[in-house]
């Protein structure tokens, strides 16, 4: 990779890109940092959508989830991206929206798989617990879901978008480590600076 700060956020965007493409890439999982009260809080979300002309990541959640509560609360949040082969590690930092019942939360529904629409037919995350199990019925597990099921499902998702604000690229190398930040104006124009690792 040449080493010029171009060069660095096509790769990042490509990094993310194959990310959603590639099931068991790195990059397909990120944790996704959201605030409550005065403390961060941290979960391990799936990347769903990239769209590099808008700078939109998306992932999905439970209408009824804390991290949805907190988005809508504190709108602020920052994902954390490693990739161990390539030694990098992406930290990207803005604003959240979440999409129950518009076009937005409509066509990523449309892209869930069934196996996917079977985790919001369940109780509401963080529910207590006697013991534990699964939180999807057995009825869910062992079969596809019904219609009422689905449309129980569908009230339960929703779509989580994040505008990239800023972007922080670190590269961890046996002859030194490098480190790049990236940030958006208003107006979309990109700042790029080298960073001492």
Not at 146 to 165: L, S
Request: glycine share 4%; charged share 30%.
């Amino acid at each position: 990779m040449r080493h010029d700060l171009d060069a660095v956020l096509e790769q990042i965007w490509a990094m993310l890109a194959r990310g959603v493409k590639r099931r068991h890439d790195p990059f397909r999982t990120a944790v996704l940092g959201t605030v409550r009260g005065t403390a961060c809080r941290q979960r391990t979300v799936i990347l769903r959508h990239v769209d590099r002309p808008s700078r939109l990541l998306t992932c999905h959640g439970d209408a009824r989830s804390d991290k949805v509560t907190e988005i809508n609360t504190v709108p602020r949040t920052a994902w954390l991206f490693y990739h161990p082969r390539r030694r990098t590690q992406v930290r990207i930092t803005g604003d959240s929206t979440v999409h129950t019942d518009d076009e937005i939360a409509h066509r990523e529904w449309a892209s869930t798989t069934s196996r996917n629409r079977r985790e919001y037919v369940c109780e509401p995350p963080g529910t207590a617990r006697q013991r534990p199990a699964p939180a999807r019925p057995k009825a869910v597990l062992a079969c596809r879901l019904t219609p009422a099921e689905t449309e129980c499902a569908r009230r339960n998702f929703a779509a989580i978008r994040t505008r990239v604000e800023s972007i922080d690229w670190l590269k961890l190398g046996l002859t030194g480590h490098l480190r790049a930040r990236f940030t958006w104006d208003a107006d979309g124009h990109v700042r790029s600076t080298w960073l001492a690792p």
